[in-house]
């Protein structure tokens, strides 16, 4: 668990330059999808839930930043912990344990979507990757919203719903489809070649055939 929680700080670390700043509400919904358990349900699962949140951000605090934290940023802790309590982002189960709302599900996405970017290997393997999508007028917002995700992350529009990417972007995608709710309505496509790709590979900067 020390670890995960470190690993969340250091990867929050590298969004920020200069001063550290580092989001508390992400790391708590971290926390909470993977799960803290005790031995037993303790009498007031609300309370021992907060302190074993600050306990694991303490220790992975103390360790990436050199510092303790402070009576602050503790407070500060609790403060987003209630706040995450009262907008039903996270709440207790039957068993006892906190888990995730539909929410606070989306909320966690958001922050996944955000930070994710598209890894780009040395050489290209020689293939496409075409999104394409069929989003009914009644989602006007989200096909607009998808398609500003999709050209701010540098994909060329083909044809009309249809864009294209020349590197593996299949999980990239799987967040865009959750984020929207869209699930069945992108297509996700591996194509070996495109007719006339020359300007393509241009635009991409790619090796020409």
Same mark, same amino acid.
Request: charged share 30%; hydrophobic share 40%.
């Given at each position: 668990?020390?670890?995960?929680?470190?690993?969340?700080?250091?990867?929050?670390?590298?969004?920020?330059?200069?001063?550290?700043?580092?989001?508390?509400?992400k790391?708590?919904?971290?926390?909470?999808? !993977?799960?803290? &358990?005790?031995?037993?349900? /303790?009498?007031?699962p609300?309370?021992?839930?907060?302190? %074993? =949140?600050? #306990?694991? *951000?303490?220790?992975? !605090?103390?360790? &990436?930043?050199?510092?303790? /934290?402070?009576?602050?940023?503790?407070?500060?802790?609790? %403060? =987003?912990? #209630?706040? *995450?309590?009262?907008?039903?982002?996270?709440?207790?189960?039957?068993?006892?344990?906190?888990?995730?709302?539909?929410?606070?599900?989306?909320?966690?996405?958001?922050?996944?979507?955000?930070?994710?970017?598209?890894?780009?290997?040395?050489?290209?393997?020689?293939?496409?990757?075409?999104?394409?999508?069929?989003?009914?007028?009644?989602?006007?917002?989200?096909?607009?919203?998808?398609?500003?995700?999709?050209?701010?992350?540098?994909?060329?529009?083909?044809?009309?719903?249809?864009?294209?990417?020349?590197?593996?972007?299949?999980?990239l995608?799987?967040?865009?489809?959750?984020?929207?709710?869209?699930?069945?309505?992108?297509?996700?496509?591996?194509?070996?070649?495109?007719?006339?790709?020359?300007?393509?590979?241009?635009?991409?900067?790619?090796?020409?055939?």
């Open positions: 668990m020390f670890c995960y929680v470190t690993l969340l700080v250091q990867l929050d670390k590298k969004c920020y330059t200069g001063k550290v700043k580092i989001n508390f509400q790391i708590i919904l971290s926390l909470v999808k !993977l799960g803290i &358990e005790p031995f037993a349900v /303790p009498h007031y609300g309370t021992w839930m907060l302190r %074993q =949140i600050v #306990k694991e *951000l303490d220790k992975a !605090l103390e360790e &990436e930043l050199e510092k303790k /934290p402070t009576r602050q940023q503790k407070y500060y802790i609790g %403060q =987003i912990y #209630k706040k *995450l309590l009262a907008e039903k982002a996270i709440t207790f189960g039957k068993d006892g344990y906190l888990c995730l709302t539909s929410k606070g599900e989306k909320s966690l996405a958001n922050y996944r979507l955000d930070q994710f970017e598209i890894k780009k290997p040395k050489k290209w393997d020689g293939k496409f990757r075409v999104i394409t999508f069929d989003i009914s007028e009644q989602k006007n917002k989200i096909r607009i919203a998808l398609r500003r995700q999709l050209s701010s992350r540098g994909f060329v529009l083909l044809q009309y719903s249809v864009w294209v990417y020349p590197y593996e972007c299949q999980e995608v799987a967040l865009l489809k959750a984020h929207f709710g869209i699930v069945t309505e992108v297509i996700y496509i591996t194509a070996e070649n495109i007719e006339n790709d020359h300007w393509l590979r241009k635009q991409f900067k790619l090796p020409l055939p």
